[in-house]
C-alpha cells in the first residue's frame, strides 16, 4: 500500500463545475496536509493546507480533512481552463517529520 | 521577493560523469529539501537540512548520492558515475522551518545519455 493514494485520472469537468479531488494517507500520525498545483513543466506551487479536521475555504477551492477516515480532498468551484493541471496532494507528521510525502497526483482536465 | 532558485536548469550528461546540482533557498529559510521527480515515479523525498542539525538522508536512492549545505544557505547535490535511471527533474524547496510550507524551486532537469 503506498502511504499516499491518489487517483491518477484524468479527471475531465466542464467548465463552472465543480472539480472533487481525493487523497487517502496510510500513517496516522500525520498531521499537516498540502495541497499542490502543478503544470506541465514546472515546479509544484502551493494551493491550500490544512490541519485539523473540517472544511477550510480560500477562494473558489476548499480543502476537506478527516483524520479518522485518513482522507483529504479538494474541491474547485467554478471550475476555468487554466486549473487544468496536476494536483498533488502531500503529508508530513507522523514518521515523516519535515519531510513531505507526495501522491502521485490526480491530473484535472477543465473543458469550455 | 526573490523565491527558491536552481541551476543550471538543464544538464545533459554521459553515464558514468559526476554532477552536481544547486540550490539557493528562500533568504531566511532555515530548512531545505531535495525531491526528484520522474516519470512514474512521482515526486520523492530525498534530503533535508534543517539548521545545524544533521540532515536526513533517508531518501537517498543510494550512495552515489550526496548533498551538503554550506554557510546554512546554498545546497549542492551530487551525483556521482551517473547512471541512466538518474534522469528526472531534481527539484528543491525551502520553508522558514520543517513545520512550515514548502516553496519549491524551478527544479533542475538531468538526462543521463
Known amino acids: 500500500q503506498k502511504e499516499v493514494e491518489q487517483n491518477s485520472g484524468p479527471l475531465s469537468v466542464p467548465e463552472g463545475a465543480i472539480a472533487s479531488l481525493n487523497c487517502t494517507y496510510s500513517?496516522?500520525?500525520?498531521?499537516?496536509f498540502f495541497w499542490y498545483r502543478q503544470y506541465s513543466g514546472k515546479s509544484p506551487e502551493l494551493i491550500m493546507f490544512?490541519?485539523?479536521?473540517g472544511d477550510k475555504e480560500d477562494g473558489r477551492f476548499t480543502a476537506q480533512l478527516n483524520k479518522a477516515s485518513q482522507y483529504v480532498s479538494l474541491l474547485i468551484r467554478d471550475s476555468q481552463p487554466s486549473d487544468s493541471a496536476t494536483y498533488l496532494c502531500?503529508?508530513?507528521?507522523?514518521?515523516?517529520?519535515?519531510?513531505?510525502?507526495f501522491g502521485q497526483g490526480t491530473i484535472l482536465t477543465v473543458h469550455p | 521577493g526573490a523565491g527558491v532558485s536552481q541551476s543550471p536548469s538543464n544538464k545533459v550528461t554521459e553515464k558514468g560523469k559526476d554532477v552536481e546540482l544547486r540550490c539557493d533557498p528562500i533568504?531566511?529559510?532555515?530548512?531545505l529539501y531535495w525531491y526528484r521527480q520522474s516519470l512514474g515515479q512521482g515526486l520523492e523525498f530525498l534530503i533535508y537540512?534543517?539548521?545545524?542539525?544533521?540532515?536526513?538522508k533517508s531518501g537517498l536512492p543510494s550512495d552515489r548520492f550526496s548533498a551538503e549545505r554550506t554557510g546554512g544557505s546554498v545546497s549542492t547535490l551530487t551525483i556521482q558515475r551517473t547512471q541512466q535511471e538518474d534522469s528526472a527533474v531534481y527539484l528543491c524547496?525551502?520553508?522558514?522551518?520543517?513545520?512550515?510550507?514548502?516553496?519549491f524551486g524551478p527544479g533542475t532537469r538531468l538526462t543521463v545519455l
Open positions: 524547496a525551502s520553508s522558514f522551518g520543517p513545520s512550515d510550507t514548502q516553496y
Open positions: 500513517d496516522r500520525g500525520s498531521q499537516s
Open positions: 490544512i490541519y485539523s479536521n
Open positions: 502531500a503529508v508530513r507528521g507522523g514518521t515523516s517529520y519535515g519531510k513531505l510525502t
Open positions: 533568504s531566511g529559510h532555515t530548512a
Open positions: 537540512f534543517q539548521g545545524n542539525s544533521a540532515p536526513d
